[in-house]
Every structure is written in structure tokens, then in C-alpha cells.
């Protein structure tokens, strides 16, 4: 493989994913993008989901790692403990995805080629630019809610981008290691908005490819009311250097 081919590394929080982990590390382990590693971060799921990563740890295709957490106190958390130990690995570039397979694997080489061919600092995968859609079955409800917190989150914070709140993502090292993540506090949907706050802030750009975002198959959704309420603040907590709350 050789010391040119970056290390990518693909950072999947779980909690109760036991039928849909296996699923997602056999469509990654398709994927045409080479020196790929996967990097399960689960937090304590009761219904077994870490058992499963370990045996993927041994079974699978292609590399896979188990990072095990003792508490469940949010995506955010999960993510910068994530991220913190893909770093440490030497990961190159630093892929955020969801477990329940809502994030099609077959736009993550376009993803890494965005990132590695412009000067792009983060690639979204996005909803809401030209080619990108929502799965059918979000009621109409969801997808005003979405598109309501994309605009009031611009608003805010200027970030120019069409899907502020996206949950897939493809990141450089160097760009995770210049906005500090380990300072990043926020949880759920303002994890995200807080991740590209900091990057634009930075005067790095943020880059968007076309996704279809899928309806979760298996298991329920984790947004609670204590998360929505967070996601609406955020934008002023980043915008008034966090005086509020």
C-alpha cells in the first residue's frame, strides 16, 4: 500500500445498532477507497452492539476497532473520544457516519476525492444541494424541521453551507487537529454546527456532495426533546462566545 495511500478512517458511533453494525462494515468493506479502517466508538449498549463489534473486530474484511465507553452521555462525547483515538491511530482523513445506514456508503469515494483533489477542509455529505434529497417516508413535518434549523443556523452564524446540521462527514487530521476538538463540548445535531462554526471561524472551507438520506431500518431515533432545545440555542451560545446557558 505504501506510505502515499492516506489512512481513512471511519468513526461510527453506536448505541443498540446490533442489527445494523454488521450490515454497514460489509457495505464499507465494498467501498473503493483504499487503506479504509472503521472505528466503532459504543457506549455501554445494553442490547450487545459492542459483543458484535469485537467479533467484527476479529471477522471482518477490513480493519475494525472497538472503542468501548462506559456511559451514554451523547453523540457529541462519542464523537470527540471517536475522533481523539482515530488521531491517535494516525488516521490522514477522518470520517463521521451514522450506524443506522440513514448515510450511503457508495458517496464516500466522492467524498475523499472532494477532500484530497480542492482545498476543502471538510466535505458534507449533504441533503439540500443540487442532487441531493430525503428519503420518501420523512413525513412533512421532518423535513420542515430540517430545513427550518439549516436556515435559523445560517442565519446565526453565517456558515454558507446547505446542510448545517449533516451527520456525514469526511474531515483532514490537520483540520481536526486546528479546531481542537477535544474543547468541543456540545451534543447531538449542535455537536455538528458547532464542528463547522469553528472550521469557517478558522477561515477554512466547507465543501458539499449530493446525498439521499435514508430512513433508519432498524431501531428507533435518538433525538429527544433536551437535544432539540440544545440545538436551538447553540447557534447563540457560539455566536455570543457562550455566555448563554
Known sequence: MGESTPKVTVVVPTYNERDNLPTLVGLLAEVPVPNLHV???DDNSPDGTGDVADKLATD????????HRTEKDGLGRAYVAGITRALEQGADIVIQM????????SVLPAMVETLSTSDAAVVLGSRYVEGGSVAGEWAWHRKALSAWANFYVNTILRLHVKDATAGFKAWHADTLRAIDVPSVRSNGYAFQVEMNYRTVRGGMRIAEVPIRFEERTNGVSKMSLGVQIESALMPWKLLFGRKLG
Open 98 to 105: 451514522d450506524a443506522d445506514l440513514s448515510h450511503p456508503t
Open 60 to 67: 471482518a474484511p477490513i480493519p475494525v476497532t472497538v472503542l
Open 39 to 41: 472505528l466503532v466508538v
